[in-house]
Each structure stands twice: as C-alpha cells, then as structure tokens.
C-alpha cells in the first residue's frame, strides 16, 4: 500500500525556534493534511491542502502542497509550549469510488525544552 | 456542536478474548471510519462507511474483525478473538460525506485504547 515518509521523527528545540517537518509519498495524493494529536486525544486537524503547490497559513502554522503532489511541508514559527506533541502528515488519494481514507505517515514528536 | 464520541475509553483483555466499540458521529456525517493507530505509529484505516453500505474494507483483518453500521448512525467494530498484536488505539472519525473542492474534513473522536494480554 501507500506509504508516507515523515521527517524528522523527533525534534527537540527552545522555545521561540522555528520548527520544520515534512512528508513524501511514493505517489501522488489529491490532498495533504497535517494534523496534530495530544496525549489520549484523537488527531485535530491543522492544515488541508487542495491544490499542488498551494501554501497556506493558520496563524503561526505554514504548509505547502509540493508541485510534484507527492510531498507537503509543515513550518510552525515562534514556537510555544503548547505547541508540544505529535504532529502527522496525511494524504488522501485521488477520489476512486467514494474511498475517501487518509494514510498517515508516522508523525513528528515536537518536544520544547525550556 | 458535539463531536465523534467514542466508548469505552479504554480496555484491557486476555487474548482469545472479544471486544467491541462503539461509536457515535457528528450529526449529520454521512461518512464513518474506522483507523487503528498502534504506539508509534500514525493511523492505518480499517473500514470506511458511507451511510450503512461499507465503502472501503481493504484493510480490515476479516478473520478476526467485524464492523457494522445498520442505521447509517452509529458504529461497532468488534474483534473476535484478540490478539496480542491489536493492542492499539481504535480511532473513530467522521465526515459530512460530501467531496466537493476537497472540503471533506475528517473529525476525530478520542479513540479507545485496548491492552490485550
């Protein structure tokens, strides 16, 4: 099946740090998403992304959709304490009879030293 | 609005054991999946449904996995027998079922987690 490959898997950093991760696929996917899941709670989603080489912000989160439809990336400014936790990348490939299920890759553990 | 309910939280049982969970979607979502997220790992789909007819299986260990949907409203997954391998965290989510321009977002409810020793 398909997979993902997500970088880094863990990151420690001060906080203040800007803060990179990203994901590629070995095929192409109509969307990329990036979620981010606390302890004991499902994955909330961050950032969608529709169209191959969108960028879109969400207050201080940035994430492009790679020209290619195979890769996506994550860019999180100043960061702060709560921005602590698991962050995943998901595709959902081209719509083929209503199977709409994401693959996720295998996340990025965010850990912010004080 | 309320969110993607799911129960029991959490559980623990022996292998050869059963199990069930249940879950309730946002009003209204005519989109219902299954994923299983095992400790460091992302999630991995099981079964998606769109109103009580199964749209995507491919994923689902049938032997010992089952899912049902009969009222297009709330969802069980069962596993008969367990296995020590299906300890996991079982994650619900739902979707209003409608992808037009992409805008199908995927709600997550807060999963249950199964020990299976």
């Known amino acids: 099946g398909q997979q993902l490959n997500q970088s880094p898997q863990s990151m420690f950093i001060q906080e203040g740090e800007d803060v990179s991760m990203n994901c590629t696929s070995s095929s192409i996917f109509n969307t990329w998403l990036w979620y981010k899941q606390d302890p004991g709670e499902g994955p909330v989603l961050l950032i969608a992304?529709?169209?191959?080489?969108e960028l879109t912000s969400n207050g201080r989160l940035t994430a492009q959709f790679g020209i290619t439809r195979k890769d996506s990336f994550l860019n999180i400014s100043a960061s702060i304490p709560s921005d602590v936790g698991i962050y995943f990348c998901?595709?959902?490939?081209?719509?083929?009879?209503?199977?709409?299920?994401?693959?996720f890759g295998k996340g990025t553990h965010l850990i912010i030293q004080p | 609005e309320a969110g993607v309910a799911q129960s029991p939280r959490y559980k623990i049982i022996e292998k050869r054991q059963s199990v069930a969970f249940w879950c309730n979607p946002i009003?209204?979502?005519?989109?219902l999946y299954w994923y299983q997220q095992i400790l460091g790992q992302g999630p991995k789909l099981l079964i998606q449904?769109?109103?009580?007819?199964?749209?995507?299986d491919s994923q689902l260990p049938k032997d010992r996995f089952s899912a049902e949907r009969l009222k297009g409203v709330d969802s069980t997954l069962k596993i008969q027998p367990a296995k020590l391998e299906d300890s996991a965290v079982y994650l619900c989510?739902?979707?209003?079922?409608?992808?037009?321009?992409?805008?199908?977002?995927?709600?997550f409810g807060p999963g249950t987690r199964l020990t299976v020793l």
């Open positions: 998901a595709g959902q490939p081209p719509s083929g009879g209503g199977a709409d299920g994401l693959t």
């Open positions: 989510a739902s979707s209003l079922g409608q992808r037009l321009a992409g805008a199908d977002t995927q709600y």
């Open positions: 009003s209204g979502h005519a989109t």
């Open positions: 449904f769109q109103n009580n007819g199964v749209v995507d």
């Open positions: 992304l529709y169209k191959a080489g």
